[in-house]
């Protein structure tokens, strides 16, 4: 099992990116993945993810801002993030969850993390 984050990058306030999560070992529509972040002297945020059944799931911190979304032909999983502020200045990882349905609790895999640097 694999899962490869990528996509992050500097973008002022405001701006917009978008993260995907390639994954390998296991396919997007039999397991759900989603995302936390991690900023320094911070606790980790479980803060999107798409269950295996297609349910988007967002913390409160992100909804209204952020979007999930999946490519099952491409085994890939994307967050397009916008209206971005410094406060989502973060190292971003992308998991696979080991349930069924709500996901953004319990997961046995994530990758490498993607930085997400948000200047004001």
């Known amino acids: 099992v694999q899962l490869q984050a990528s996509g992050g990058g500097l973008v002022q306030a405001g701006g917009s990116l978008r993260l995907s999560c390639a994954v390998s070992?296991?396919?997007?529509?039999?397991?759900?993945v989603g995302w936390f972040r991690q900023a320094p002297g911070k606790e980790r945020e479980e803060i999107s993810c798409?269950?295996?059944?297609?349910?988007?799931y967002y913390t409160d911190s992100v909804k209204g801002r952020f979007t999930i979304s999946r490519d099952n032909a491409n085994n890939t999983v994307y967050l397009q993030m916008n209206t971005l502020n410094p406060e989502d200045t973060a190292v971003y990882y992308c998991?696979?969850?080991?349930?069924?349905?709500?996901?953004?609790?319990?997961?046995?895999?994530w990758g490498q993390g993607t930085q997400v640097t948000v200047s004001s």
């Open positions: 998991y696979r969850h080991y349930g069924k349905s709500y996901c953004l609790v319990g997961y046995d895999y």
């Open positions: 070992g296991f396919t997007v529509d039999r397991y759900g």
């Open positions: 798409i269950s295996s059944d297609g349910t988007p």
